[in-house]
């Protein structure tokens, strides 16, 4: 692939929902915006702004009303094994154990059962759950289950991960250590991620570039580049001056959006 092809790319993407009587509701108003291969970028800005509308047409789970939405140059029309999906709620399936939900990616691949087995092992090993394979979903706390959710995401092996608010439901001290497994694990795979939050200092602890929307009908406001030093951990990576500097740029933008 040429390098100059983004991996993920929109391209002037509208989405309008119809309401009754004829209304209309434009969620996101011509909305492009990049990620290159290997690269970490988050959609950032308030609630109801779109966010989350964006990461589901780049899924395939939502049609785009206006615009192109491409992978690898090519547009999409629907859901494809190249983008692995990470949900906020742990969708995990109950009568499934750990191992087998995320052997459920695999289920269409042409692995053969030892080398699904090897691949089940391997990212239960990344995300530190190796030990609950046989662990029913109801008998791991919310954390566990969501590092489930991104075991199974990432076994299938996707090009891209798109991740919507993944540490949203999350207590204040499992969100910490959902992002550093978070670092560790994208760094050990280098997978290209777009990831949804309405957290400033997660945004800049885990992107390369932040994307910073409006309020509905959700815009791109700016494009802020994270020029933090990598590996990052959280007290090291916020204790820095430029986190600082950031994080007081990106409240201003965010600010404005509120006070309108």
């Known amino acids: 692939?040429?390098?100059s092809i983004p991996k993920l790319e929109f391209e002037h993407v509208w989405k309008r929902f119809s309401l009754a009587r004829g209304r209309?509701?434009?969620a996101v108003q011509d909305v492009s915006l990049f990620v290159q291969a290997n690269e970490f970028v988050s959609l950032l800005g308030p609630s109801g702004c779109g966010k989350s509308t964006l990461l589901m047409m780049s899924a395939g789970?939502?049609?785009v009303s206006e615009g192109v939405i491409r992978v690898n140059g090519r547009p999409i029309h629907g859901?494809?094994?190249?983008?692995g999906v990470?949900?906020?709620?742990?969708?995990?399936?109950?009568w499934l154990n750990v191992a087998e939900n995320v052997r459920f990616a695999l289920l269409k691949s042409k692995l053969e059962r030892a080398e699904q087995d090897q691949q089940v092992e391997?990212?239960?090993?990344?995300v530190g759950l190796r030990e609950f394979a046989q662990a029913m979903p109801n008998q791991l706390s919310g954390g566990m289950r969501q590092r489930v959710a991104?075991?199974?995401a990432l076994a299938a092996q996707p090009e891209i991960l798109?991740?919507?608010e993944p540490f949203g439901a999350l207590d204040a001290q499992t969100r910490l250590l959902m992002q550093d497994l978070l670092l560790q694990v994208w760094q050990q795979e280098q997978t290209t991620v777009l990831f949804v939050t309405h957290d400033v200092e997660e945004a800049i602890l885990l992107s390369d570039r932040i994307y910073v929307m409006s309020a509905r009908p959700g815009r791109i406001k700016a494009e802020i580049p994270v020029d933090l030093p990598r590996p990052r951990s959280l007290l090291e990576t916020e204790a820095l001056p430029r986190f600082a500097e950031l994080r007081q740029q990106i409240l201003a933008l965010l600010r404005a959006e509120v006070q309108l």
């Open 24 to 26: 209309e509701l434009i």
């Open 61 to 63: 789970l939502e049609t």
């Open 79 to 83: 859901p494809g094994r190249e983008r």
């Open 86 to 94: 990470v949900f906020q709620s742990y969708t995990l399936f109950p």
């Open 162 to 164: 798109l991740m919507d």
């Open 1 to 3: 692939m040429n390098a």
């Open 122 to 126: 391997l990212y239960l090993q990344r």
């Open 150 to 152: 991104i075991a199974r």
